[in-house]
């Protein structure tokens, strides 16, 4: 067994931030679901996607985690919220959800820092940088639902969603 050349505190975070990136691709599901239950397939699949995305996140640093020597530790996913009044609540909740990622983000980066641990940095940057694009896309979601006053432009806005929030945005 190869010893891990990763700091004991910095693989710690390491292994809480994958868990979180598990979590929210789980969060996004239940909110693609959701969505879908109400016939809003643009909103369904863009979830669906993000959900995807947060899997990829996990990947990257599962990844680091075993290049330097250590297994990742998989903990439970607590079930993610399923059941809201509107979508508004949904765009609320992925903004929230985003926040705290960024949170999360950090934290790591902040104990990679302190350990003078520059892969972890690294990979940290990468993420940062994520986060940003990540809130962007949320708070303007919740902003253009805010804005979609009636039933027909909730719909107008749900076809136009990848459009609107983009691939280059949602990355
Ligand atoms: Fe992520
Ligand atoms: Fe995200």
Same mark, same amino acid.
């Not at 505190?9 to 809480?16: A, G, H, I, K, S």
């Not at 330097?68 to 998989?74: D, K, N, Q, T, W």
């Given at each position: *067994?190869?010893?891990?050349?990763?700091?004991? !505190?910095?693989?710690?975070? $390491?292994?809480?931030? #994958?868990?979180?990136?598990?979590?929210?691709?789980?969060?996004?599901?239940? #909110?693609?679901?959701?969505? +879908?239950?109400? !016939? $809003?397939?643009?909103? +369904?699949?863009?979830?669906?996607?993000?959900? %995807?995305?947060?899997?990829?996140?996990?990947?990257?640093?599962? =990844?680091?985690?075993?290049?330097?020597?250590?297994?990742?530790?998989?903990?439970? #996913?607590?079930?993610? =919220?399923?059941?809201?009044?509107?979508? $508004?609540?949904?765009?609320?909740?992925?903004? &929230? *959800?985003?926040?705290? !990622?960024?949170? %999360?983000?950090?934290?790591?980066?902040?104990?990679? &820092?302190?350990? =003078?641990?520059?892969?972890?940095? @690294?990979?940290?940057?990468?993420?940062?940088?994520?986060? @940003?694009?990540?809130?962007?896309?949320?708070?303007?979601? @919740?902003?253009?639902?805010?804005?979609?006053?009636?039933?027909?432009?909730? #719909?107008?806005?749900?076809?136009?969603?990848?459009?609107? $929030?983009?691939?280059?945005?949602?990355?």
């Amino acid at each position: *067994m190869i010893k891990s050349k990763i700091p004991t !505190n910095v693989l710690t975070e $390491l292994n809480r931030q #994958l868990n979180q990136e598990l979590s929210a691709a789980h969060a996004y599901l239940a #909110l693609s679901a959701w969505c +879908a239950s109400q !016939n $809003l397939k643009g909103f +369904a699949g863009f979830f669906a996607k993000q959900a %995807g995305e947060e899997r990829e996140h996990a990947q990257k640093i599962l =990844r680091q985690v075993l290049d330097r020597g250590a297994v990742p530790e998989l903990a439970a #996913l607590a079930a993610p =919220r399923q059941s809201f009044d509107s979508l $508004l609540a949904v765009v609320e909740h992925a903004q &929230v *959800m985003e926040q705290a !990622n960024t949170q %999360g983000i950090h934290a790591v980066y902040e104990t990679a &820092v302190t350990a =003078r641990d520059y892969p972890a940095q @690294v990979l940290m940057h990468w993420f940062i940088a994520e986060q @940003v694009e990540e809130e962007a896309w949320a708070d303007e979601a @919740v902003d253009r639902v805010q804005s979609a006053t009636c039933a027909g432009s909730l #719909l107008d806005l749900d076809r136009h969603l990848e459009k609107i $929030l983009g691939t280059d945005k949602a990355g």
